[in-house]
């Protein structure tokens, strides 16, 4: 029953800046910590950032720290992904996920995943 659809993505210029948000339709959104991540082609999914249930508390990669800032509003069941100064190496499909146990750092912690929203990042 639980769905996570992502926006926000789409092409920007090297510099540029793009909000990413992921809806969340279940009830029990703000019991969970919620992720995004973010895959190019030819490549793993890789970590980006992840909020704890209370937004109190985030994590980064090295790569997108001081950059990117996640952040959720449970009101809304909502998570975003604030992306500034975004780089050619940014570009990738970013995905939000929830947590069920384990790493936020790592993808099989989490449990429940959307489709996906493309960011591409043109230099």
């Known amino acids: 029953q639980v769905q996570l659809v992502e926006s926000g993505g789409g092409l920007v210029q090297a510099g540029g800046s793009l909000r990413l948000s992921c809806a969340h339709s279940?009830?029990?959104?703000?019991?969970?910590?919620m992720g995004w991540f973010r895959q190019a082609p030819g490549e793993e999914r890789m970590f980006v950032a992840a909020?704890?249930?209370?937004?109190?508390?985030?994590y980064y990669a090295d790569s997108v720290k001081g950059r990117f800032t996640i952040s959720r509003d449970n009101t809304k069941n909502t998570v975003y992904l604030q992306m500034n100064s975004l780089k050619p190496v940014d570009t990738a499909i970013y995905y939000c996920?929830?947590?069920?146990?384990?790493?936020?750092?790592?993808?099989?912690?989490?449990?429940?995943w959307g489709q996906g929203t493309q960011v591409t990042v043109s230099s």
């Open positions: 909020v704890t249930w209370s937004g109190s508390t985030t």
């Open positions: 279940g009830r029990t959104f703000s019991s969970y910590a």
């Open positions: 996920a929830r947590h069920n146990s384990g790493s936020v750092y790592s993808g099989p912690s989490y449990n429940y």
